[in-house]
């Protein structure tokens, strides 16, 4: 058994890109340094019969923060908010995790890497939602064409989820941090501080995104050590696109000097009409190249 595991959570409808992601993680770990662990939100039976040979481990995801009933009908994959704050608990035998959401998949091993490496010493890894390209990180809704009324996200969540004026204050404008990827070791403290902060949020709250919620307050308002990586480690490509290098046959950042996206996060999804690429594997967009060209492409793994 390996000390270091990837660990990720899919319902019946995500089965396609939990199936790519564990793909992507196989072919760039070809000396096989981690084990793979899956949480069950909703797969069927065939499903995991399907994937239980690929992977370390299958565990059903449970309610782990006890949650309104309400909030929670038939919306099983909802645990991915709470389930990923107890990865300990689920998986003990590992000393380190790295978290990464299904809708994501490993361009470059080295990003793997810089994450279990970022967690040393009980620091949280994780990545800023910021980078070269990024346009708006605030919304701002102008009053008599002089007065700027600021729409953060996060101030707002953090007020319906009864935090008080002066958290809401700190993480209002700060870079929001998405827990879509993110490492931790087993023995990290910042485990019980997340959990604390999450069962506040999910009292009050709406429980999407509520998991995103306590981590930004565990970071800028607890202040816990962390480890802030690369926005290529964690690309979320409804953000900004990235660009292909045709010569190369890979993702890289749209700007120079073009680093090769670690971690592409299809977040958000990306549209074509209606159709969501993480649903319809045969949704392309157009991206640009590194030699001025236009193509269209999926930024699914393995579809061209």
């Not at 449970?62 to 389930?83: T, Y």
């Not at 040393?120 to 070269?132: A, C, D, M, P, R």
């Amino acid at each position: 058994m390996k000390s270091n595991a990837i660990v990720t959570l899919a319902d019946s409808n995500y089965f396609e890109l939990l199936i790519e992601l564990i793909n992507s993680i196989n072919k760039h770990d070809k000396t096989n340094s981690v084990s793979i662990c899956v949480l069950d939100a909703g797969l069927t039976e065939k499903q995991s019969e399907i994937i239980k040979t690929k992977v370390y481990s299958i565990k059903k995801a449970k309610w782990d923060i006890e949650v309104s009933k309400f909030k929670i009908a038939g919306k099983e994959w909802l645990k991915s908010q709470v389930s990923r704050a107890f990865l300990p608990d689920y998986f003990p035998e590992f000393k380190k995790y790295l978290w990464i959401d299904c809708d994501a998949w490993i361009n470059s091993w080295e990003s793997v890497e810089l994450y279990f490496k970022a967690c040393e010493n009980g620091k949280l890894g994780i990545t800023q939602s910021v980078g070269s390209g990024y346009r708006v990180l605030s919304k701002v809704k102008w009053v008599f064409g002089k007065i700027a009324l600021i729409k953060s996200q996060n101030y707002k969540h953090a007020k319906k989820s009864g935090f008080s004026e002066k958290t809401a204050r700190k993480i209002a404008f700060s870079p929001h941090i998405n827990i879509g990827v993110f490492s931790l070791e087993k023995d990290s403290s910042c485990w019980k501080i997340w959990q604390e902060i999450l069962k506040k949020a999910l009292k009050s709250g709406q429980i999407f995104g509520s998991e995103g919620l306590a981590i930004n307050i565990a970071v800028y308002d607890k202040n816990i050590d962390v480890e802030f990586l690369p926005v290529n480690c964690n690309w979320i490509a409804s953000n900004v696109l990235p660009k292909y290098d045709i010569k190369n046959e890979t993702f890289v950042e749209p700007y120079l000097p073009h680093n090769k996206i670690g971690i592409m996060h299809l977040a958000a999804g990306l549209w074509s009409g209606k159709k969501d690429m993480r649903l319809d594997k045969n949704v392309k967009i157009k991206i640009k190249t590194t030699n001025g060209k236009e193509i269209d492409k999926s930024l699914r793994f393995g579809i061209n």
